[in-house]
């Protein structure tokens, strides 16, 4: 009994001590790697290959190599920690999309040591991109096909993987997903043509040819984009299917990128009318009439609608319609710049029009008639006729001053609920990340809530109005040849957010050097961190353009 209590304690005693020792040497490593950190809590070229080295030693079954990487990346992890903590910013993020070919022994490790080397400690791992989810085929309850699809990987969890490589490397992980922009195979779904947004001319986003097909950030290519209305309770639910989905995974947050409307290309980047505006969906149409407070406002909503004008026949007949409807035509549109729409462009919308899909909307009655349902779906309180003007008016025309107010507190009115449903989806879609005590952020471009001339920017994002409780993700990415006008967006984010914001603004660039039309990472950072020292986070868009070279060869599985 003592010799088996003197081996146990020997035994117990030599494994203390061996932790003790190598947690001194990884604390010993930590401050020796803490030490090496450049500007930005950046590692030098010795670094990196040093962790190439180990990695792929550890790779060929060296198992002293393989413990002497996992303790390298133990101190890495100790080290940036360390840093951060006394470098601006606190925090540092990257945005990174994953591959099916990141299931490669050691290639995701690779990407993600990749990410320390940089200086970064948090990282938004893309979940839900152009059509396509980050989820394993098999345990994959949505309508969106999944990343991987390679025979004999259907179980494997990119993501899971990631959260849990990533923590392990002191990296904070956030779900990165798409959110109004379901991609391509979604519209191609028989059972959900009405749930896609549609304008006055019944188009959706994918065979809408003004939509802009560059390479910039902010434009995913009409191949992929296909909106769908944010009014749509298909829509909603759709998306918290998958949302439930990731939170099960526990990220560290959630980030919803493309709330808002399409960005058109050319003239179509502004929208000056009413058929211009992608609230022409079945749900959206409903709710719309839904705002107006009697017969009256509903006939004259539906002539705006279906022509973009009111004449002052328009309101004669109406009064004559309806005499009794003299209080307020429809809700009030809120505080809204004020912009004038100009002429339709578009032919104007048939009196009673057919989808693509089969759903009728009937103009002069308000009534939305989907196939598959017992009957028409009324849009507001009562159906519109559409009276005959009598020969001789019964009361005197309308003032031009009077026919001037109406149709800007119409066109107000449709700006405001095409704004409002982005804001009501955002508020649907964050609810299950805060409930489950996630961070939820909302990503957005500070020029996309704009009135420009007669009209509005074409996106339509309303991120001034974006709740506090959220993170908010401003994408910083203005072209003026030098920082000053990056600062200013940033300036501009900072003046709206209410007290208790978290704002995150985010930079597109590489470091060292320009970057199509932008200056380097390092400049737009220190011109940041000289105007605005409070910051607590900055992100940079995106990982691919850091490290061209990774990215190809993770994308084509050309892996080293």
Request: net charge positive; aromatic share 8%; with cysteine.
């Amino acid at each position: 009994m003592v010799r088996r209590f003197g081996v146990a304690w020997r035994a117990l005693v030599g494994g203390l001590l061996l932790c003790a020792s190598q947690g001194l040497a990884i604390r010993s490593v930590a401050a020796q790697s803490a030490a090496a950190f450049g500007n930005f809590c950046q590692l030098p070229p010795s670094a990196a290959a040093q962790d190439d080295a180990l990695r792929t030693a550890a790779l060929g079954g060296d198992g002293a190599a393989l413990a002497q990487y996992q303790q390298l990346v133990q101190s890495r992890a100790a080290a940036l920690a360390q840093c951060r903590a006394a470098t601006w910013p606190r925090v540092q993020a990257v945005w990174l999309r994953l591959y099916p070919c990141d299931l490669q022994p050691g290639v995701l490790e690779s990407a993600l040591d990749r990410i320390v080397e940089l200086g970064y400690n948090r990282v938004f791992v893309e979940v839900f991109y152009d059509g396509q989810v980050l989820l394993p085929v098999r345990d994959n309850p949505t309508v969106w096909p999944s990343v991987v699809r390679t025979p004999g990987a259907e179980d494997a969890d990119l993501l899971a993987r990631a959260i849990q490589l990533g923590r392990a490397r002191g990296l904070s992980v956030y779900a990165w997903m798409f959110a109004l922009n379901f991609g391509y195979s979604y519209g191609q779904r028989p059972d959900r043509q009405e749930v896609l947004a549609r304008n006055g001319a019944r188009q959706t986003s994918l065979n809408q040819p003004s939509l802009t097909t560059s390479s910039a950030p902010d434009a995913a290519g009409t191949e992929d984009q296909v909106f769908v209305d944010p009014y749509s309770p298909q829509a909603r639910a759709d998306l918290a299917q998958l949302v439930q989905a990731i939170v099960q995974r526990r990220p560290d947050g959630v980030l919803f990128d493309y709330i808002r409307y399409p960005k058109g290309s050319g003239a179509a980047s502004v929208v000056s009318s009413v058929q211009g505006l992608w609230i022409y969906g079945p749900a959206s149409w409903t709710q719309l009439f839904g705002r107006a407070r009697n017969g009256r406002g509903q006939d004259l909503l539906n002539r705006f609608l279906r022509n973009g004008f009111i004449t002052a026949n328009d309101l004669q007949a109406t009064a004559r319609q309806y005499p009794n409807d003299t209080g307020s035509l429809w809700q009030t549109p809120g505080s809204l710049p004020v912009a004038q729409p100009s002429p339709p462009t578009a032919a104007p919308l048939q009196a009673s029009s057919e989808m693509s899909d089969g759903t009728v909307i009937d103009i002069g009655s308000g009534a939305v008639n989907v196939p598959g349902l017992a009957g028409p779906r009324q849009a507001a309180v009562s159906s519109v006729p559409s009276p005959a003007l009598p020969a001789t008016p019964a009361s005197p025309p309308p003032s031009a001053q009077e026919q001037a107010r109406i149709q800007r507190e119409l066109w107000q009115l449709v700006v405001a609920h095409a704004r409002q449903g982005v804001l009501d989806f955002l508020s649907s879609s964050a609810q299950p990340v805060l409930q489950q005590r996630l961070s939820a952020g909302a990503v957005f471009f500070p020029e996309a809530n704009r009135a420009i001339g007669k009209g509005f920017d074409s996106r339509l994002q309303p991120w001034e109005q974006f709740p506090a409780a959220l993170e908010w993700h401003a994408m910083a990415y203005g072209i003026c040849g030098n920082t000053s006008c990056i600062v200013d967006q940033v300036g501009k984010v900072l003046t709206a957010a209410r007290p208790g914001t978290q704002v995150v603004p985010a930079l597109a660039g590489v470091w060292g050097q320009a970057f199509q039309g932008r200056p380097s990472l390092d400049q737009q950072m220190q011109a940041l961190q000289q105007t605005y020292p409070n910051l607590n986070a900055v992100s940079h868009f995106a990982y691919s353009w850091l490290e061209p070279q990774s990215d190809y060869q993770r994308k084509t599985c050309r892996v080293r």
